[in-house]
């Protein structure tokens, strides 16, 4: 998009030149003149006008306009310290103070308020009102996480406009008329939604205030320290509130290209995990049963000689929250000093990549090749883009739960800008209530729906699907604009959507498509080689096995070692506790982690790993856009940089890296990953810089790495699996055969590991539950709240039911990562069973 | 003067607000001529020509605010606004429980106009019975094929909702209407974007006042000419002027504008009760300015008002007599504006709040001579300095009341020291503040 | 609220207490209600438009703004509770609390208040036994469960001063004595004050004065 041209504006007699367009408060900015706002934010959209704390004198008209909803012309004159402007604003001042209390001194605002600061710099210095103030309740909690002073509240409505115009979920609203107007729920209930968070930062004064935080510190007695949350894909950039070197606080870091400054509640609370208490400080080793404390040193060197031992029986699986650095360092280790190739990064495999055990029918060579074309930088959109395409498409995932700012991110180009949203998924959205079309496909049945899709779009070589899933596929495709669209995606299979990608020519500037990986750095992690299809940069390497294929290898005792970076394969891995039979057999796992979990109780060595807080190096946010990890907090205990540890252990193991800091790490990265070839710390700097629209990126990838243009695809591979459409499917449907339901599963945004290690955030943790459609409910006898026993080829989970009226007929949902083997499920036709009433 | 009855014509005839009656009386052959003869931009031409000029208080050119909107394909809208709130203001109320179909008729005709398929008009809920009455000829008229998707054949499109408020007077501000009607609370818009180019649903609106859309179907039939032939060259017409308060015949009195005040409070609705005579009235509702005795033959129009510092606003009289206290008045006034002001912006919110706390504080003899000079600078703080007029609608009064009776005022609070009790924060036992009296009128009011 | 009070309101609050969005299948919506609502929201181009006359048909259902009845109209609209909750109690004619059989609602603005509005409401305050502070202050419902008084702002009726809407029809001027007959009327469930009501009265001007001869009829032929 082109930037507006500028324009010249005078304003109290200097020159100022601001874009056109801009809204005079910003525009004036540049000319160095601060109009004091409350109700502005132009986060939350368009401006309101409703606080007139920003009152301006504009030659030509004779009232004062509010600086916050005008517009800069060319030659505008502006007054903002006249008189009659000073007047109005004090006069402002002085109303908000008739009710305002003033308890500063013991107020959690005090010395960061936007009150106390415009009081001083534009208030009438004495109060002239004698009568009572308005008297409430409080604190009182509006939530388990804030509470809520309505005294103090100034009624600028910042937070209810969140609620219903950014997070959409309109459970925070006005109350009563007039000055009788206050902020609350409807019948008193908790505000519980997975951004209402962000009212705290967003209130400009101590009215809503933050549980974990209250006085815990004064302005004066912290640090702040910017750096990346990498508790999900988002990857939402952060400031750290430290006192004496703890974490008090996470901020969000207004980043337009990542996150428009808003965090979800995981990232603004779950800074708790890095500070618990319950961390594992020191290396530990196994002995008589028992982990036992061990010096580096010492630790080193066990694990070094067991993975010597297994050689190339060796596997690495690496967690979403390790860095390029770590993720880098530990496939260098696994491919070069011990020459295997099982290098997994992805939980449950894919997209559309089946390596040797899976896809077993395909050219292997290709799966690569695959991925190589999905990465392209013409195909790529950024966020931004989601700005500024005219449709999109959200396609196999629910980006509350899996990536939760772009789930804002949509809210907004749908609300602002009138964006056509289109949802195809198996499980219902929350996104569906702005959609204009949405489409339920059975559980795991995206890759038919995908190829679906391409024929509706006119790929080449797909076939159009008969039925409801021709015509879910035709009303989807006729919401997509060619040229202007974004494609939000997940999934284990992408099979035709590189036809799709074409046809709806997302090379085009303001389109492509974004792929939500299941780890917070997936993609960087794929890029830096930890696959087992591809090597550093997506290079042509070995095939590996998979993370199925590794679980069943070190079952069947053909692996011998695990390294389990970041990784809680039994919490997190499709199979779940089948990984803790795999990971027992094997004659050493050494995990790196932060606590004790299920798979450091199977560890022979365990590496004490560093925090998002600690951290040093970088991650790729699924966009491509390279971030920093700065460490906010130091290490505690004998927790090391893993990119040291990791360099030291490659060397025990003769693979000298020469790595001797974090910018050397990522030096090596680059000399291997071609489109990220030259960059560095100072380039990447304190917002990142998406490699695609380096120079580097230029040259990749290579003819010879996508093989001809006209390949298409989807033809290619055979289908594999149980997700193939079969001739004469009805494409997907969810089978309509009664007692008969087919699981879907899906990774609830509160199923992770840092809600149950996150005091503020417990309450939130889910319990398993089987989502089934009013009709199917009905049918089994089931009703809200019922356990119920849920079964396939001996698999077995327990949930509560619970009914849904979106959820497609024949269609039944559970959630990955409680621990459980719900993830064995997915795609399976099941069993129901009742185990107890509703409690 | 007697009235000059154009609106009220054949008011009370049994069964004018059916079709049958109002038909017989050549009602519809407006929008018939206008369906079959009249092309829009020809209707428009004639809107404009007439001179009519808003009934609902801001008084902007009826057939200019329709040319605003812009030609083409989008969806426009048309909302009637009949939201009749303003203190002292009842002449809607009785158009439409009276003739119901001279605005409708008036509706579908401008909605033509403006090339509006849908129209709404927005009556306030306590009217529920009018509402009624509304429905009930709505239904007549698309019945009779004046309203729908093909008027009488015609192809044009004119949907009409009769769509009920609920409560709140801030509803009558046109941009609060719009909010309202999709269904939020009742809060005031930013203008600009105004509604003619960006209304209901963001699409381009015209919003008129009930008496403004029940002129339509007249100038339609007669002719811009012949309806410049009535009122002032600045506001051609007849105006509905509501009178009440201390007179003996309050109600609705149709004149042209520009008779002496004095013609309407006394010689049509008969001046306050034997023996007492006029000491303040508000000549354009409550939010108007208050006017003294001696500004009683001032002409009765925009200008001649507007000069004189107030405003003829909805054309609403409210006439307070010598017997009076205007201390207690400026509560009741600020009290309804603080009632209902929407909270959305700083001075209005908190203004009228610390207005009504302080003159509650002179009611109950707890002020100084210094609180009088903090309300009335209050006032000017609030003047000009809001999101809407609803702030200055309770700032301008209140300020003219305590500047123009400012040794009323002074001499409440100075009986401090005697052992008078007041009137109590309440201000309840107001009305006879001077007389020093507790005794209420009679019920049946205190003049008659 | 002490701090331990406020630990235990913490600790009960569990995510599903939250209000978000409900499903038809969480409420019970009786029939009629749900067909009026969604002839309602079939009226309007756009769903929210149908949020006032929702509410409208909760009250005419429930006597007032009920939380289930707002839930139940949620959960036909595809709204949030909370939403509809705002809007009633932005909106004056919305009760969000019990409310006795009859409404009264009692003008207190300026020309009913110069008439003797402050009588008016003090008399039927008295003969239902309320409060009369109490009503003219947001509202009161007599001890029998019949009345409810209420003073309320100007209702555009100042031409009927003093005036009360009784059972949403307009009766005035009403004096003391309309004032004990209209709340014995209501208890007795028979006509109210009849010959008072809006409906019944006739332009302030009389019947038509001398016509103006310069207005012309504006309908010609069988006039």
């Known amino acids: 998009m082109p930037d507006p041209p500028r324009i010249t504006l005078l304003v109290d007699g200097v020159e100022v030149e601001a874009p056109h367009g801009a809204m005079l408060v910003d525009a004036a900015k540049h000319g160095d003149v601060e109009i004091p706002v409350f109700c502005y934010e132009p986060k939350l959209g368009h401006p309101v006008g409703a606080c007139r704390m920003c009152v301006v004198e504009i030659e030509g008209i004779p009232k004062l306009q509010t600086a916050c909803s005008t517009p800069v012309r060319d030659g505008m004159v502006v007054y903002t310290q006249t008189e009659r402007v000073k007047e109005a604003q004090s006069a402002v001042v002085e109303f908000l103070l008739v009710n305002h209390p003033l308890d500063c001194p013991v107020c959690d605002k005090g010395g960061e308020c936007p009150l106390q600061d415009v009081a001083m710099g534009w208030g009438p210095g004495r109060s002239r009102s004698v009568d009572p103030k308005r008297h409430f309740q409080k604190p009182i909690p509006l939530s388990p996480l804030i509470k809520i002073d309505r005294e103090r509240c100034i009624l600028c409505y910042r937070c209810v406009r969140f609620s219903q115009e950014v997070a959409e979920d309109e459970q925070l609203q006005l109350l009563e008329r007039g000055s009788s107007t206050f902020v609350g729920t409807f019948d008193n209930r908790p505000y519980i939604a997975p951004f209402h968070g962000n009212i705290i930062e967003l209130c400009p004064v101590g009215a809503l205030t933050s549980d974990a935080y209250r006085f815990r510190a004064r302005p004066w007695d912290i640090e702040d320290a910017g750096t990346v949350c990498t508790l999900c894909p988002s990857q939402c950039n952060i400031k750290l509130t430290v006192r004496d070197e703890r974490i008090e606080r996470v901020l969000a870091r207004d980043n337009v290209d990542v996150d428009d400054g808003w965090l979800c509640d995981k990232g603004r609370f779950g800074y708790q995990m890095a500070e618990s208490g319950q961390r594992i400080t020191e290396p530990l080793i196994r002995a008589g049963g028992e982990l036992r404390p061990a010096g580096w040193a010492e630790a080193l060197e066990a694990a070094a000689a067991g993975l010597r031992e297994a050689g190339e029986r060796t596997a690495a699986i690496v967690g979403g929250s390790s860095s390029n650095e770590d993720g880098y360092l530990a496939q260098r280790i696994v491919r070069k000093a011990l020459g295997s190739p099982h290098v997994e990064s992805r939980p449950s495999g894919g997209p559309g990549v089946e390596s040797r055990r899976t896809g077993g029918r395909g050219p292997a060579g290709f799966l690569r090749q695959g991925l190589v074309e999905l990465s392209a930088p013409r195909l790529a959109a950024s966020v931004s883009d989601l700005d500024r395409a005219e449709s999109i498409l959200v396609l196999g995932t629910d980006p509350l739960h899996s990536m939760p700012i772009l789930d804002l991110r949509i809210r907004k180009a749908v609300r602002l800008r009138g964006a056509r949203l289109a949802v195809a998924t198996d499980r219902p959205s929350v996104l569906d209530g702005g959609a204009e079309e949405t489409a339920r496909y059975a559980p795991g049945f995206v890759g038919g729906f995908v190829s679906a899709l391409a024929a509706e779009l006119g790929a080449a070589g797909y076939e159009r699907a008969r039925g409801e899933l021709g015509a879910d596929a035709e009303r989807i495709a006729g919401a997509l604009k060619p040229g202007s669209t974004v494609i939000v995606w997940a999934g284990p299979d992408a099979r035709g959507l590189v036809g799709c990608a074409r046809a709806l020519r997302l090379e085009e500037d303001g389109a492509g498509l974004i792929e939500v990986p299941e780890g917070a750095n997936g993609r960087g992690l794929r890029e830096v080689g930890c696959l087992p299809v591809a090597g550093p940069g997506l290079s042509d390497v070995e095939q590996g096995l998979d993370a199925s294929g590794i679980r069943d290898a070190l079952e069947a005792g053909s692996l011998e070692a695990a390294l389990l970076v970041n990784a809680d394969p039994i919490r997190d891995f499709a199979g779940g506790p089948a990984w803790g039979e795999a990971l027992g057999k094997a004659k050493l796992v050494l995990a790196v982690s932060m606590f004790e979990d299920a798979s450091t109780r199977q560890a022979d060595v365990v590496f004490p790993a560093e925090s998002y807080a600690e951290k040093e190096g970088t991650v790729t946010h699924p966009d491509g856009r390279l971030q920093r990890l700065r460490p906010g907090t130091p290490h505690p205990g004998g927790v090391r940089p893993m990119w040291e540890v990791l360099a030291e252990l490659g060397a025990l193991l003769g693979e000298e890296t020469g790595v001797e800091s974090a910018p050397d790490a990522l030096a090596a990265i680059a000399s291997e990953v071609p489109f990220y070839a030259g960059i560095s710390h100072e380039e990447i700097g304190g917002t990142g810089i998406r490699w695609q629209e380096r120079a580097a990126a230029r040259y990749w990838p290579r003819v010879d790495d996508v093989g001809a243009r006209d390949e298409v695809p989807g033809r290619e591979v055979e289908p594999a699996g149980r997700t193939a459409p079969e001739p004469g499917d009805t494409g997907g449907r969810a089978e309509d055969v009664d007692g008969v339901i087919r699981v879907g599963t899906y990774r609830d945004l509160w199923a992770a590991e840092v809600t149950d290690r996150s005091p503020a955030l417990r309450f939130l943790a889910p319990r398993q539950a089987l989502e089934l459609a009013p009709r199917d409910a009905a049918r089994l006898g089931l009703g809200s709240g019922h356990e119920v026993e849920v079964r396939s080829n001996g698999t077995s989970v327990r949930a509560r039911v619970s009914i849904h009226e979106r959820v497609k007929p024949g269609s039944g949902f559970l959630i990955e990562g409680l621990g459980d083997r719900a993830a064995s499920l997915r795609g399976e036709l099941v069993e129901i069973s009742k185990a107890g009433e509703p409690e | ?448 | 609220m002490s701090a331990e009070e406020r630990r235990r309101l913490i600790e009960a609050m569990r995510p599903e207490d939250a209000e978000p969005v409900p499903q038809l299948h969480q409420v019970d919506v009786p029939d009629e209600l749900r067909e009026r609502i969604e002839a309602a929201m079939a009226k309007y181009p756009q769903v929210r438009s149908a949020a006032l006359p929702a509410l409208w048909a909760v009250q005419r259902h429930y006597g007032w703004c009920t939380p289930e009845g707002m839930r139940e109209a949620a959960a036909v609209m595809g709204v949030t509770p909370a939403y509809l909750e705002s809007l009633a109690t932005f909106y004056d004619l919305f009760r969000t609390s019990p409310v006795a059989r009859h409404q009264v609602l009692v003008c207190h603005n300026i020309s009913c208040w110069l008439r003797g509005a402050d009588d008016l409401i003090g008399a039927l305050c008295e003969a239902a036994g309320i409060d009369a502070h109490e009503a003219d202050h947001g509202g009161a419902n007599s001890p029998d469960g019949e009345v409810f008084v209420k003073g309320f702002e100007c209702m555009g009726a100042c031409d009927l001063a003093p005036m009360a809407s009784i059972d949403e029809r307009y009766y005035g001027p009403l004096d003391t004595d309309d004032a004990r007959a209209a709340v014995e009327q209501l208890r007795a469930g028979s006509e109210v004050l009849p010959g008072k009501a809006l409906a019944e009265r006739p332009a302030a001007g009389g019947p038509e004065p001398d016509p103006d001869p310069r207005v012309k009829e504006v309908e010609s032929g069988d006039a």
């Open chain 2, 1 to 448: 003067m007697p009235e000059t009855r154009m609106l009220y014509r054949r008011v009370d005839e049994p069964g004018l607000a059916s079709i049958e009656t109002y038909r017989r009386r050549g009602g519809y052959r407006s929008l018939t001529r206008t369906v079959k003869e009249i092309e829009p931009e020809e209707l428009l031409t004639t809107l404009q020509d007439s001179g009519l000029r808003g009934r609902g208080g801001a008084g902007f050119s009826m057939g200019k605010k329709a040319s605003f909107l812009p030609r083409g394909d989008t969806d426009k809208f048309l909302c009637c606004n009949a939201d009749e709130s303003e203190p002292g203001a009842f002449k809607d109320r009785e158009l439409m429980q009276k003739n119901p179909h001279q605005l409708i008729e008036g509706v579908a005709i401008a909605a033509i106009a403006a090339g509006a398929g849908w129209a709404f008009i927005f009556i306030r809920g306590e009217y529920a019975e009018v509402a009624d009455i509304l429905e009930g000829a709505v239904a007549e008229a698309y019945g009779a094929g004046f309203l729908g998707a093909d008027i009488l054949g015609s192809g044009q499109r004119v949907e009409l909702v009769v769509h009920r408020g609920a409560g709140a007077y801030i509803c009558g501000e046109e941009t609060a209407l719009l909010d309202s009607l999709e269904g939020k609370r009742g809060n005031p818009r930013l203008k600009p974007p105004f509604p003619a180019i960006q209304g209901l649903y963001g699409g381009p609106t015209l919003i008129n006042n009930v008496e403004t859309l029940s002129n339509v179907p007249h100038i339609v039939a007669n002719g811009a000419d012949w309806f410049k032939g009535f009122g002032t060259e600045q506001s051609p017409g007849t105006k509905v002027v509501s009178v009440s308060g201390c007179v003996q015949r309050p109600g609705n009195y149709e004149i042209e504008l520009g008779i002496p005040s004095r013609e309407l409070i006394y010689g049509l609705a008969g001046g306050p009760p034997e023996g007492r005579e006029v000491k303040a009235w508000f000549p354009g509702g409550s939010s108007a300015p208050v006017l003294t005795a001696a500004e009683l033959d001032l002409p009765y129009s925009f200008e001649a008002l507007a000069d004189a510092g107030s405003m003829l606003g909805s054309g609403s009289i409210i006439v307070a007599d010598d017997q009076v206290s205007i201390p207690a008045l400026a509560l009741r006034t600020a009290r309804f504006y603080h009632h209902e002001s929407c909270g959305k912006c700083t001075p209005c919110r908190e203004g009228t709040n610390w207005t009504v706390k302080m003159l509650e504080r002179v009611l109950s003899r707890e002020a100084t001579p210094m609180d009088l000079d903090i309300i009335a600078s209050v006032q000017d703080n609030i003047i000009g300095h809001c999101l809407c007029v609803l702030g200055d609608s309770m700032a301008m009064p209140v300020s003219s009341m305590v500047k123009k009776f400012r040794p009323e005022f002074e001499e409440y609070i100075r009986r401090v020291a005697s052992d008078s009790p007041g009137l109590g924060s309440d201000g309840a036992a107001g009305l006879h503040a001077l007389t020093g009296t507790s005794s209420l009128a009679p019920a049946s009011g205190p003049h008659a």
